[in-house]
């Protein structure tokens, strides 16, 4: 527990293991923090007006391998020539980075980028990170037929913007789609991880779906409702996913 500018925090610490059956060769850890808001209103009394259960804050991401190696350098921005800027950023026009999660119209600050020594991540001497000799972490209890997609639940601010992740596995993805993909993984495997490295999604459309009410109702006489997916209109559309580094 400290106190920064007089405010009290608690700084909370969490284990987790993370088993693989063989050597990754790009690994990263995606975290976010969850509120349950059930019992948050029990515990201190409160009266919140939020309609769902629980809170999830923002994703944040931390790389640990890049095609086989350590991540030793990480990013540090700055404000204001020496200050580090530890809030959210975006990329304006590919040229600039500035403050904020996205751009507005409003003023805000641009942002230095700089390199430093990335100590956030301890890395085990006797643990192999190449994919050579003993694996990472051995275990047959790996879980198996893993989704090829992960859909966050979506986060919505005090301003009513509404964001939220979507991961997909662009390896075992362009396996199950591209004969020429698993052709080239069962005859030479590390070429394949090669190439796959520089997969990247380049074309994303958002569509919104209308709700429908069915005939039928759930155990709590409540009508059951269902996605009409032939009826849908585009929200958002982008062609320039371009990886950015």
């Not at 990480?74 to 040229?95: C, K, M, R, S």
């Amino acid at each position: 527990m400290c106190f920064v500018d007089g405010v009290r925090y608690r700084k909370l610490q969490a284990t987790k293991t993370l088993e693989f059956n063989s050597a990754p060769h790009n690994l990263t850890l995606f975290a976010s923090a969850e509120i349950d808001l059930a019992t948050l209103k029990a515990n201190e009394g409160l009266s919140l007006s939020y309609a769902q259960e629980n809170y999830l804050g923002s994703v944040t991401g931390e790389d640990i391998l890049r095609v086989g190696e350590k991540v030793k350098m990480a990013n540090i921005f700055y404000v204001n020539q020496n200050t580090a800027w530890a809030g959210p950023v975006h990329l304006h026009e590919d040229t600039v980075y500035m403050e904020g999660s996205k751009h507005v119209i409003t003023p805000h600050a641009e942002l230095r980028l700089s390199k430093t020594i990335n100590n956030k991540l301890k890395y085990l001497p006797s643990l192999n990170y190449k994919g050579e000799g003993p694996l990472l972490i051995n275990s047959s209890t790996s879980p198996q037929n893993m989704p090829l997609t992960y859909e966050q639940d979506y986060v919505q601010d005090a301003d009513g913007n509404v964001s939220c992740a979507v991961m997909a596995d662009l390896y075992n993805l362009s396996l199950q789609e591209s004969k020429t993909a698993a052709i080239m993984y069962s005859n030479d495997p590390q070429m394949f991880h090669e190439i796959a490295g520089n997969l990247d999604i380049k074309n994303i459309e958002v569509k919104r779906h209308s709700v429908t009410r069915s005939n039928h109702s759930n155990a709590f006489n409540l009508p059951v409702t269902k996605l009409n997916m032939s009826d849908s209109s585009v929200i958002a559309r982008s062609f320039n996913n371009s990886k950015k580094t």
